[in-house]
């Protein structure tokens, strides 16, 4: 089973389980993980039996943490309804334990804890621990629950998996080196690298979009596309993460996970099945062919001070926590070449970046243009290559630019646009990603989560241009907040001839 099969395709709901979340009293178990949980409790798709188990360092009751887990339901979740009952149901499965990262006492002590709430909860033995936890304790955690023997599996005995969150190593030394650590421990069927963009229906619609549809298949190949844009754009700056993001940057921290991530869904083959490893097999397979970005096909940038919507805003050096000399990309923008039979000659641009013109995620195919005759030779005429655009959000669907006859009695052509959005169509709001990813790491379906060759394979195209091509002191370029970055992403696609379509 794997995340693109019909809803009646997969079991109703998973078998019973513990999930076990370390970094319990943190912002993305408050904001994210709670609220999915309990969303998915509520639509009754958790199974039947089931144990929440809370792993912090911090000193805290069992009734102090279920009614911190409810105000955050409340502050994240507000869709989802909180009815008294339907909550003391859901409180009633949390337990939590105080616990560090790095002592033995504390790994002991949390088997200890937990086969007795096993037993409670008849949850039969099968684990999901889920860390959310920084990425410098992945490895430290995984190695402290196999000295206990708390991930160990035995044939036809109770499953035992791990959720990592990115970032999965910081280049392709430190990813292989994660990577080493964890399968020492574990083996790779029970790691689940979770990238919550997967979990986007928009992003697992692309798969659908293409290959349950003759009509755009036939057009998706260079024969057809003149480039693709990939767009990720944040209107927020570092908003208190100075520190984190002055380590991380752009490249590190959106376009080696999301923006690949995308870019193998829209360029790769279609798989033999809709099994995990026949959907990632497509996408190691683009990652492979992916030419290595040289100077000349990347841009960065670093926003400045300025305005936003009346407000002034710092420029990213007078972030707290950030260097005053760093050199760290808050934008950037990519041209790469994927050099397979498909591809061969088609730009890829992708580019993302902080404090810029709107919150937005979108992929663009623009076609190739019309033969120099017929209408395009109308003076009256506009005819723009035709776009199609899968907007992955906000407002998620898609859309096409086509031209038509504008109505009167002479023959003026004008582009229109058909579009497809999700939550009119379908008459009910989007889930958030983590609902879809949580049920599948449960299910043990690895279809929307990455695997090492793929975290690897991303790692080895994008560490050169991490590192600078051996100049780490290379000066971003400074953008207006509010603006789509700096003239230097746009310069990249000048150069060929072409430019970014900005969404309006």
Known sequence: ??????????????????????????????????????????????????????????????????????????????????????????????????????????????????????????????????????????????????????????????????????????????????????????????????DHYLG????????????????????????????????????????????YFDESGTIRDIIQNHGLQILTAIAAEPPVTLEADAIRDEKVKVLRAIRTPLRHDVAFGQYDAGLVNGQRTPAYRSEPGVAADSCTETYAALRLYVDNWRWAGVPFYIRSGKRLARRLTEVVLQLRDVPDVLYSRLTCSEMPANRITIRIQPNEGIEILMGAKEPGAGMRVQPVRMRFAYEQEFGKAIPDAYERLLINAMLGDASLFARHDEVDLAWQILTPVLHRWGDPLTQPNAYAPGSWGPSSGDQLLAADGRNWWNSG
Not at 150 to 155: D, K, N, R, S, V
Not at 201 to 214: D, G, W
Not at 233 to 240: D, Q, R, S, W
């Open 200 to 243: 986007k229906e928009t992003v697992q619609n692309i798969l659908v979009m293409r290959f349950a549809n003759r009509l755009f298949e036939l057009l998706w190949s260079r024969l057809y596309v003149d480039n693709v844009q990939l767009t990720v754009a944040e209107t927020l700056g570092v908003e208190g993460r100075g520190g």
């Open 1 to 194: 089973m794997n995340g693109l099969a019909r809803d009646s395709d997969l079991p109703s709901k998973p078998g019973p389980c513990a999930l076990v979340l370390f970094g319990a009293t943190g912002d993305l178990t408050r904001r994210k993980l709670l609220p999915a949980l309990y969303s998915l409790h509520v639509q009754g798709l958790l199974p039947e039996r089931y144990a929440i188990v809370a792993v912090a360092r911090r000193e805290r009751d069992i009734d102090g943490y279920r009614e911190d887990a409810l105000e955050a339901v409340r502050a994240y979740a507000p869709a989802v309804p909180v009815n008294r009952q339907a909550w003391d149901t859901f409180a009633d499965k949390i337990h939590y334990i105080k616990a560090g990262l790095h002592s033995d006492d504390d790994f002991r002590r949390l088997g200890e804890t937990l086969a007795p709430i096993e037993q409670e909860h008849a949850t039969e033995g099968n684990r999901l621990f889920y860390l959310a936890t920084p990425p410098e304790a992945f490895s430290v955690v995984v190695e402290g629950l196999g000295r206990h023997a708390l991930t160990a599996e035995q044939p036809d005995g109770p499953w035992r998996r791990v959720v990592i969150e990115k970032p999965f190593g910081s280049d392709l030394a430190s990813s292989l080196e994660l990577n080493r650590r964890l399968t020492a421990v574990i083996s790779e069927r029970q790691i689940f690298r979770i």
